[in-house]
Antibody, heavy 119, light 108 residues
């Protein structure tokens, strides 16, 4: 059973950088899946941030592309998200998820981690 | 970018009733790469339906998905108490992946 677990600071200062990691267990990050980040502001809907393949290939949401970087660490079986120049609008629950190869969509999700942007 | 519009915003029903949720896309969703997720308070979304009509592993058969092109539907045949939640549709045919705004199914 694949499990994902997000980790990182819960509080980031405005104009700072949000950095999160997602640990993958029960499966290899080098499998044929895309590893995804999704966020959800308090009381609002879901927003796709982007995805990364184990080879390093990425797709980012154009609305965030200038501020987002994703990376993979195969040795640790984890992937990461960096979001720069954060503002209060970036306050959200951040989820990592697996997009299975083929038509299966986002089939495994982490429990999420709340990141608040505040001084 | 494919915009997904879900309706209604809120559905007030009683246990045992049938729920019909709609998701309309601004462009054709190719290969019917349309998924439905359920989210309960304080929890991550859970995949219910993928490929417009295939149930994910472990999902009860009271949940069914249908549709193609730009119009998709999630049906819950008989609402159980644990089904009261928010439901999101998502297209994953083209980047950026996008979600609908959600439909809240609440107890009447």
């Amino acid at each position: 059973q694949v499990q994902l677990q997000e980790s990182g600071p819960g509080l980031v200062k405005p104009s700072g950088t949000l950095s999160l990691t997602c640990d993958v267990s029960g499966g290899s990050i080098s499998s044929s899946n895309w590893w995804t980040w999704v966020r959800q502001p308090p009381g609002k809907g879901l927003e796709w941030i982007g995805e990364i393949y184990h080879s390093g290939g990425t797709n980012y949401n154009p609305s965030l592309r200038s501020r987002v970087t994703m990376s993979v660490d195969k040795s640790k079986n984890q992937f990461s998200l960096k979001l720069t120049s954060v503002t209060a609008a970036d306050t959200a629950m951040y989820y990592c998820a697996r997009k299975s190869s083929g038509p299966i969509a986002l089939d495994y999700w982490g429990q999420g981690t709340l990141v608040t942007v505040s001084s | 970018e494919i915009v997904l519009t879900q309706s209604p915003g809120t559905l007030s029903l009683s246990p045992g009733e049938r729920a019909t949720l709609s998701c309309r896309a601004s462009q054709i969703v190719s290969s019917s790469y349309l998924a439905w997720y359920q989210q309960k308070p304080g929890q991550a979304p859970r995949l219910l339906i993928y490929g417009a009509s295939s149930r994910a592993t472990g999902i009860p058969d009271r949940f069914s998905g249908s549709g193609s092109g730009t119009d998709f539907t999630l049906t819950i045949s008989r609402l159980e108490p644990e089904d009261f939640a928010v439901y999101y549709c998502q297209q994953y045919a083209s980047s950026p992946l996008t979600f609908g705004g959600g439909t809240k199914v609440e107890i009447k």
